[in-house]
């Protein structure tokens, strides 16, 4: 049977074991949180940022996201397409540089509910590692405590690759690497 690709489906979602509050809009008030670590936000510039998914379909499946609240893909001016385009290129080195996978998806869902996405208001490309023959992770793995320490795991890998690349500075290991506003 084949399998159907729907990465999409799985969107960000908190974490149950997590009290974290998020008034109104998770992907604008989770840079402004302290603890990247602890949220798996992995990669931080002027413009964008680089999450993992909580609930990935691989390991290691990231998204990258602009720091302008809109759903609207035409709303980004060129510096942050730019930069989110950038941002991309160095997720995709560092997961080429912890996992490297046979190849990848890179994708948006935009307008909602037709598209399959579960946050529609605030734009993000999903970064999805592919293995030849792999299947959904998760119904595979199934536990979501196994889960959690998988993306842990994934965290400090694509830490560590992001952090090896130029253009970069790390505070530690508990804090996002950071991109160069000149090199974002
Ligand atoms: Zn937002």
Not at 66 to 77: E, F, I, S
Not at 133 to 154: K, L
């Amino acid at each position: 049977m084949e399998q159907v690709f729907a990465p999409w489906r799985i969107d960000w979602v908190e974490r149950s074991d997590k009290n974290e509050a998020f008034e109104d809009c998770v992907f604008c008030e989770l840079p402004d949180h302290d603890d990247d670590r602890e949220n798996h936000l992995l990669a931080r510039g002027d413009c964008a940022y680089v999450l993992l998914n909580n609930y990935p379909y691989n390991p290691g499946h990231a998204m990258v996201i602009p720091h302008q609240h809109t759903g609207a893909y035409q709303d980004l001016d060129p510096d942050e397409l730019l930069a989110v385009d950038r941002l991309l290129q160095r997720t995709l080195d560092a997961m080429d540089d912890a996992f490297a996978p046979d190849g990848y998806n890179v994708g948006y869902n935009l307008g909602g509910d037709a598209a399959g996405g579960s946050i529609d208001d605030h734009l993000h490309a999903h970064v999805v590692p592919r293995w030849s023959g792999d299947t959904n992770f998760m119904p595979v793995i199934g536990e979501t405590n196994v889960i959690v320490e998988a993306v842990d795991d994934s965290y400090e890998r694509l830490h560590d690759a992001l952090a090896a690349q130029d253009g970069t500075t790390t505070l530690d290991e508990q804090s996002a690497v950071v991109i160069e506003s000149s090199r974002e």
